[in-house]
């Protein structure tokens, strides 16, 4: 939670909601397990009109978004399978957003989700899913 968001917090007397928390919690954990594997890591959160980006990596000559899905039971589903056609088109479009900002640079992309677990609130479990798909059709890019 950024200052202003626990200022307005503090403010309003509203905490932020369990899943927003939740989110940020499997976010950092899944930035600190990829610069763990050697990623640099470039930014978290980008928003574009397209959607949100959750974090951007670098690995070696690869751009890499990176989709982070947080929960804490897999009763109904792998968190991945969140990730369905309607979601990889967004994620695809704010990319290109990405890249359209960098002036779209000579590089490799992909996209990769991250997996995280919790137990009592606490992260139990990080699965790092790479190259899990690529940019929706009918969307190109290099």
Same mark, same amino acid.
């Given at each position: ?6 200022? *307005? *917090?503090?403010?309003?007397?509203? /905490?932020?909601?369990?899943?927003? %928390?939740?989110?940020?919690?499997? !976010?950092?954990?899944?930035?600190? @397990? ?8 470039? $930014? *978290? ?15 070696? #000559? ?14 109904? $589903?792998? /968190?991945?399978?969140?990730?369905? *056609?309607?979601? +990889?088109?967004?994620?695809?479009? $704010? ?5 359209? %900002?960098? +002036?779209?640079?000579?590089? &490799?992309?992909?996209? #990769?989700?991250? !997996?995280?677990?919790?137990? #009592? ?6 699965? @790092?899913?790479?190259? $899990?798909?690529?940019?929706? &059709? ?5």
């Amino acid at each position: 939670m950024n200052l202003w968001q626990r200022l *307005a *917090a503090v403010v309003t007397g509203k /905490p932020k909601p369990v899943h927003l %928390q939740r989110g940020e919690l499997g !976010e950092r954990a899944a930035k600190r @397990h990829l610069r763990s594997l050697g990623l640099k890591f470039l $930014t *978290a959160n980008f928003k574009s009109r397209s959607g949100e980006i959750d974090l951007v990596f670098c690995d070696g #000559d690869c751009l890499v978004f990176v989709e982070v899905k947080t929960r804490s039971s897999e009763g109904w $589903t792998r /968190p991945a399978a969140a990730v369905n *056609a309607a979601k +990889r088109r967004r994620l695809s479009q $704010t990319a290109l957003d990405y890249l359209r %900002q960098l +002036r779209y640079p000579t590089t &490799k992309i992909r996209f #990769d989700i991250v !997996e995280v677990l919790l137990a #009592d609130n606490a992260v139990d479990e990080v699965r @790092h899913l790479p190259n $899990t798909f690529v940019l929706s &059709k009918p969307y190109r890019y290099g």
